[in-house]
């Protein structure tokens, strides 16, 4: 996971968490200029994830 997160600038979270637990988990394990790359796109209003959704939240994060 560190290598992962190290060889890229940005790694989207994407999870059905409305607490973003997997986040949280992931910054536990991280150091503080890895952690600064981590994006949460997180989806909980009840509905099975889609793509649309991830896709919608991505585009608005990156400012497409």
Do not use: W
Request: hydrophobic share 45%; aromatic share 4%; proline share 2%.
């Amino acid at each position: 996971m560190h290598d992962f997160v190290a060889s890229h600038e940005r790694v989207y979270v994407i999870e059905q968490n409305r607490d973003a637990q997997m986040l949280s988990l992931l910054k536990l394990d991280l150091a503080a200029e890895q952690i600064v790359k981590l994006r949460s796109i997180r989806h909980f209003n009840g509905l099975p994830l889609d793509a649309r959704t991830v896709t919608d939240h991505l585009v608005t994060q990156e400012g497409i």
